[in-house]
């Protein structure tokens, strides 16, 4: 459009919330501008606009000569006529979003929660415009830190389920039946009603801003807001009702046989006529109030109850038959060494048993002291591969926590962190799963890559070469020989006298990325026992005997449904393959082979294993730090020629009390080995990478997050606008800077970050830019953005690993 672009403001804008930098129009250049641009079907839409006379004024925009001295009513036109067009737009919130909208997108996600990033992400919800709602919606919204909280402060009229609600007008609770919501409650003529539609239902809804959520999503989510919390204490199994009857009803214990929970789905009492329906209503309802979810196998529903409270093993059966059989069994079984990571009441337990005597009290000091550093692991939130417990909630390694950074580690991702994209855990029941070591690691990877190895040989652990975090390996493997069954999915040590659970983890899918430790190869074994990927040509070398499909099509159809057989053919027979028993069968001759699903070899015999970011050196003036510790902050003493050096970077009159290294591992290293990968792009000249010491003004509010997460404008907001492209601003000078850095409201103190920045190959930037535009040179993006390509005293940067938090100053 023929029309000048003038930014607000000079230089950065005074907003303090993400601004798209709209800008203003001071007027068109000619009056051939005018005609150009009303010839434009876009615009002579906006002339005369037959739907929509609410906003253009009939005749006054018709055909005929264009009157130049309209052009400030044109241009409001124009505006109203987006916001029409807009579903986005509302008089309540004229930025974007509306509540109601937020409303949808919270009740898509898990436990009705997001994050801000996430929502800028996928529904393309500006924090800035998301903490507007929250803050203007309290009664509806819970906004806590980063994460946003669908929680309505609504509930369910009391009156309406006894004699009837006798301020129908003024209530503000919904009238609908309690039992209905939780899916007891099937009577078509119930008097409370099963309507939310209902003028009062609508009414209290619209209020919340809930009236447009579908009906099942509206029902789950009342009854989560509605249901009491979880009791007090674990969940029991009730005596009584093993004896001679329970009397309380409703009764706070299960009413199941407690033979049946204590072996798992397996009644050993003769003629028992106890309950052993645990989906039994009475059950369904104490188990849904503990949390224990009910849409599993009964199985797995015991071992829950069981995890939850583990004493219930050490319940004496009611009749006498059991009692004598029990203390035979406890007097001629061996102790069994309890984990302190399986569960939080491990010391419960043993001191509840009658074995518990038996064990050395000695050692008692040394299990509590790993008990306390895997309750520091689990109060971390998320669970790295240098854990001793590696239980995490998906299977699944986290990508960005190998490729970049997770936006989810200081909250808790349900993924397992790792610096390489596989792994691999072993388990004693399946429950609690423990991290491996990188020597078992690499050993068990080697071979499985290899279709032809069955099994595998590790060494045995060497206790002075295992840290604390890896002491409870040693008690579950001891300094015995394993072998791992890869058929099986099994380790077994030398005598055979014990077998734990095996399991490979890799990194998840992550839409347009190549991951080599996440692609698979599938094999069949020939006439001459050799193992032949689908698709090649067998040892035998008869093209006529090669298969239709690739290994590739075998792994899609596996993943879709590994149920269901799947056929395929040559040139001279038809096959099956069933997944399930992993065999190939010739339909025509009923010849069976075997069938093997392995990883792409990927790893060589000299890789150690360990990710290249491991391998780059921390500076020599950082302290020591614990596996456990993602970040930390030190003072750097005045004596030091560190704390002068950072002091003669602020040219001017400026007072520092303090200065504070940020020492993050994971961020350093990240930001390192990105300055590598530049420098190579580069002909490995390091000076174009062009590494600089720059500041960023800050708000004592977004410290924390900053040392832990690395700057991010779309979680923290941005107080410069983006005049200059879309990235997190750094100055050279400290002056400008300075004039973002915001009072603390406590102690009046500002506080000034000084980055590492690899500034790279730079342009001129604009508002719109959300990544550098390609630089013809290098057929690559530029690496930033400036103000000026002269003298720039704005950089703008788009890449989190290509900057680095060094230190934060507090300045008087």
């Known amino acids: 459009v023929a029309y000048r672009h003038r930014p607000r403001g000079r230089g950065f804008s005074s907003s303090e919330e993400d601004s798209d930098s709209d800008g203003s129009y001071d007027g068109y250049r000619s009056n051939r501008d005018y005609q150009d641009r009303r010839d434009k079907p876009q615009y002579k839409e906006a002339y005369r606009h037959p739907e929509r006379p609410q906003y253009f004024q009939r005749g006054r925009y018709e055909r005929g000569p264009y009157n130049y001295r309209q052009e400030d009513d044109f241009e409001r036109n124009i505006q109203d006529h987006r916001k029409y067009d807009n579903p986005r737009y509302s008089q309540d919130n004229e930025v974007g979003a509306t509540a109601s909208e937020l409303v949808e997108a919270l009740s898509k996600c898990p436990n009705w929660k997001e994050t801000l990033l996430n929502l800028l992400e996928k529904e393309e919800m500006k924090p800035s415009e998301v903490r507007k709602i929250a803050n203007q919606y309290p009664s509806v919204f819970h906004l806590d830190g980063e994460v946003l909280e669908l929680k309505p402060q609504i509930s369910l009229c009391e009156e309406h389920m006894q004699d009837g609600c006798r301020s129908r007008n003024e209530c503000r609770k919904l009238h609908i039946c309690d039992k209905y919501i939780t899916g007891d409650c099937q009577s078509r003529a119930c008097l409370m009603g099963h309507k939310w539609d209902t003028n009062h239902n609508i009414k209290v809804l619209k209020e919340y801003n809930l009236n447009n959520l579908p009906q099942s999503t509206l029902a789950k989510l009342i009854h989560d807001i509605t249901r009491p919390s979880q009791p007090d204490g674990p969940l029991e199994i009730c005596l009584n009702f093993n004896k001679k009857g329970c009397r309380n009803i409703p009764c706070e214990r299960l009413h199941l046989c407690l033979s049946l929970v204590k072996n798992k789905n397996i009644c050993k009492k003769k003629n028992c006529k106890l309950n052993h329906d645990v989906l039994d209503m009475s059950c369904l309802n104490l188990l849904t109030a503990y949390g224990i979810s009910v849409n599993e196998s009964p199985r797995d529903i015991l071992d829950s109850i069981l995890r939850m409270n583990p004493s219930i093993i050490n319940l004496r059966d009611i009749d006498d038959e059991s009692k004598g059989k029990k203390k035979k069994d406890k007097a001629s079984s061996p102790v069994t060494i309890v984990l302190e990571s399986d569960c939080d009441d491990a010391s419960d337990m043993m001191d509840n048993s009658s074995d518990s005597d038996t064990i050395n009290k000695g050692k008692k000091s040394s299990k509590d002291s790993l008990k306390r550093k895997n309750k520091t692991e689990k109060d971390l939130g998320t669970v790295w591969f240098d854990f001793s417990n590696g239980d995490v909630n998906n299977p699944e390694i986290c990508y960005y926590s190998v490729e970049s950074l997770c936006k989810n580690e200081a909250t808790g991702c349900d993924r397992l962190h790792s610096t390489h994209h596989f792994h691999w855990q072993i388990s004693e029941r399946g429950d609690s799963w423990y991290n491996l070591t990188i020597p078992l690691i690499k050993c068990l990877e080697l071979s499985y890559c290899n279709p032809e190895e069955e099994d595998a040989t590790l060494e045995r652990l060497n206790p002075q070469s295992l840290d604390r975090s890896s002491r409870n390996l040693l ?247 983006n005049v200059y492209g879309r990235g997190t601003y750094f100055s050279p000078d400290v002056k400008l800077s300075y004039g973002y850095c915001q009072p603390d409201p406590s102690s009046g103190s500002k506080y000034m970050f000084i980055a590492k920045v690899a500034v790279g190959t730079m342009i001129v930037g604009d508002s719109s830019m959300a990544r550098p535009p390609i630089n013809n040179a290098t057929s690559m993006p530029y690496d930033t953005t400036v103000n000026n390509m002269s003298n720039p005293t704005i950089i703008v940067k788009y890449d989190k690993q290509e900057y680095y938090p060094e230190y934060i100053v507090t300045l008087n």
């Open 475 to 721: 008690l579950l493997m001891g300094r015995d020989k394993w072998q791992a069954d890869f058929n099986t999915m099994t380790m077994s040590n030398s005598s055979k006298s014990k077998v734990l659970k095996l399991r490979r983890l890799c990194t998840q899918n992550i839409t347009g990325q190549d991951i080599d430790e996440n692609k698979f190869n599938w094999y069949f074994k020939d006439k001459n026992q050799k193992w032949i990927v689908y698709g090649d040509i067998d040892s035998t070398g008869e093209e006529k005997l090669k298969s239709n499909i690739s290994s590739k099509d075998i792994e899609n159809a596996f993943k879709q449904d590994f149920e269901k057989p799947l056929s395929f053919k040559n040139s001279s027979f038809n096959y099956s393959l069933d997944f399930i028993n992993m065999k190939q069968t010739n339909t025509q001759t009923n010849v069976a082979r075997e069938v093997r699903r392995r990883p792409k070899p990927h790893l060589s015999e000299n890789d150690d294993g360990q990710s290249k970011t491991s391998n780059v050196n921390l500076p020599s003036t950082w302290e020591p730090m614990q596996p456990t510790d993602r970040v930390r902050k030190v003072n750097v003493q005045p004596s030091t020629s560190e704390y002068k050096a950072v002091v003669n970077l602020f040219t001017g009159n400026y007072t520092i009390t303090k200065i504070e290294r940020i020492q993050n591992p994971f961020h350093y290293r990240a930001f390192a080995n990105k300055v590598q990968d530049m420098i190579a792009v580069y002909n490995n000249d390091s000076s174009k990478a062009d590494v600089r010491q720059l500041f960023h003004g800050t708000k004592s509010a977004v410290i924390k997050s900053i040392c832990s997460e690395n700057f991010d404008w779309r979680l923290h907001g941005t107080s410069t606008g």
